[in-house]
């Protein structure tokens, strides 16, 4: 089975640029999630996804990032203009089910560094 | 305070040895419990699940302690492939939105 899938690995950019990510999840897996972690601290969501639909974004800074999931299956999170406290691994995850006790299964991350 | 709280550790324990950290958690109403496992510059990756039961894998036991809300990983026997961070997992409902991690605990086992 293949894992989930996640581009660039690396990212360097500086302050107030653009930046993309895209991740295709695990086959079938209906959850995808995006967490973002800075160095020493644990996976901080931003985003859920069921399907093509918004679970949560309550801690997803909408002003400059946005992600999309439009067909269901893979899903890229953008940050428009990026800051410095950006700087993080970006991880995408999916799920096979949205229940609680369904666990969750990570991509590579992309580490992103604002300058 | 934290939803989700660990000691971020380190901690650094010879290759044999038993070592045990705790998670507390502040919703009392939180259904589903995980262990998570997390290498350096890696993913994480499930370790095991938490039961209201306590269950164990090889030399991991998981335990849930409701009154106190807090859950507990034991790793027997330890080997220095356990080196990782640890990170505790909780839904705080019966779905799964607001999965809440923890910020992990630092394991070194050294020789």
């Known amino acids: 089975e293949a894992g989930v899938a996640q581009s660039p690995r690396y990212k360097i950019i500086e302050k107030r640029q653009s930046v993309a990510f895209w991740c295709n999840p695990i086959?079938?897996?209906?959850?995808l999630y995006w967490y973002q972690q800075i160095l020493g601290q644990g996976p901080k969501l931003l985003i859920q996804?069921?399907?093509?639909?918004?679970?949560?974004d309550s801690q997803l800074p909408k002003d400059r990032f946005s992600a999309e999931r439009l067909k269901g299956v893979d899903s890229t999170l953008k940050i428009q203009p990026a800051k410095l406290e950006d700087s993080a691994v970006y991880l995408c995850?999916?799920?096979?089910?949205?229940?609680?006790?369904?666990?969750?299964?990570f991509g590579n991350g992309t580490r992103l560094t604002v300058t | 305070r934290k939803e989700v709280e660990q000691d971020p550790g380190p901690f650094n324990v010879p290759e044999g040895a038993t070592v045990a950290f705790n998670c507390t958690y502040s919703?009392?109403?939180?259904?589903?419990f995980f262990w998570y496992r997390q290498d350096c510059r890696k993913e994480p990756k499930l370790l095991m699940s938490?039961?209201?039961s306590g269950n164990e894998d090889g030399r991991f036991t998981a335990q849930l302690n409701r009154a106190s809300q807090y859950i507990s990983l034991l790793i027997r026997d330890s080997k220095l492939s356990d080196s990782a961070t640890y990170l505790c997992v909780v839904t705080p409902d019966s779905s799964a939105s607001k999965i809440i991690f923890g910020s992990g605990t630092r394991l070194s086992i050294r020789p």
């Open positions: 996804f069921q399907n093509n639909g918004v679970v949560d």
């Open positions: 938490v039961y209201s």
């Open positions: 086959s079938g897996h209906a959850t």
């Open positions: 995850a999916s799920s096979l089910i949205n229940t609680y006790n369904s666990p969750l299964h």
């Open positions: 919703n009392s109403a939180s259904q589903s």
